[in-house]
């Protein structure tokens, strides 16, 4: 069956960058998207962006102007997401999820176990 | 960016009984072309990723009982639980794929009265 195992949890110092990474089995890799989620304590969920496995096309949320970046090892079938110029805003859990399809505007059925990230000085 | 927005924000409702978590959206999910709301349901337990429950706004996802059922099309939509269960005690959020960035509601904390 499908699984997302994530990386394990982060301490970071404001302005560093953290990445986190999303291994992937139980299906073939490059015919799903792969959404980056994160939920701050006690806030509501927000998406961060999507990759296209299949041709490496993203999307991302201007809310993190440039700060973000999501890639493929396609030969490891494993997505990163780093995220740059880290401040305490950032401390939250960070999820991964498989889309339906290789597209965006799919619905979102499966969920990697979450990587806590926090950002203290 | 399309605002999602839940009430009530908190719910308590006895065992058996009816839950209503509703939902709206700042401007319509629906794609005209295919006559499609582009809305999902997740139920989220303590320390857990969300459980996709619910998506095209009223297909439920294989395995969710069926008990649980969404609907409403455009702007307004509702989850409802038809028996509440103790297992069903969770945040329930509802999420737009209509536009990027895909965005969520504020979530619906469920309890038992």
């Known amino acids: 069956q499908v699984h997302l195992v994530q990386s394990g949890a982060e301490v970071k110092k404001p302005g560093a960058s953290v990445r986190v990474s999303c291994k992937a089995s139980?299906?073939?890799?490059?015919?799903?998207?792969i959404h980056w989620v994160r939920q701050a304590p006690g806030q509501r969920l927000e998406w961060m962006g999507w990759i296209n496995v299949g041709n490496g096309n993203t999307e991302y949320s201007q809310r993190f102007q440039g700060r973000v970046t999501i890639t493929t090892d396609t030969s490891a079938s494993t997505a990163y997401m780093d995220l740059s110029g880290l401040r305490s805003e950032d401390t939250a859990v960070y999820f991964c999820?498989?889309?339906?399809?290789?597209?965006?505007?799919?619905?979102?059925?499966?969920w990697g176990q979450g990587t806590l990230v926090t950002v203290s000085a | 960016d399309i605002v999602m927005t839940q009430s009530p924000d908190s719910l308590a409702v006895s065992l058996g009984e009816r839950a209503t978590i509703n939902c709206k959206s700042s401007q319509s999910v629906l794609y005209s072309s295919n006559n499609k709301n582009y809305l999902v349901w997740y139920q989220q337990k303590p320390g857990q990723p969300p459980k996709l429950l619910i998506y095209w706004a009223s297909t439920r996802e294989s395995g969710v009982p069926d008990r649980f059922s969404g609907s409403g099309s455009g702007t307004d939509f509702t989850l409802t639980i038809s028996s509440l269960q103790a297992e069903d005690v969770a945040v329930y959020y509802c999420q737009q794929y209509y536009s990027t960035p895909l965005t969520f509601g504020q979530g619906t904390r469920l309890e038992i009265k």
């Open positions: 139980g299906y073939t890799f490059t015919t799903h998207g």
């Open positions: 999820a498989r889309g339906s399809d290789s597209s965006w505007y799919s619905e979102v059925g499966y």
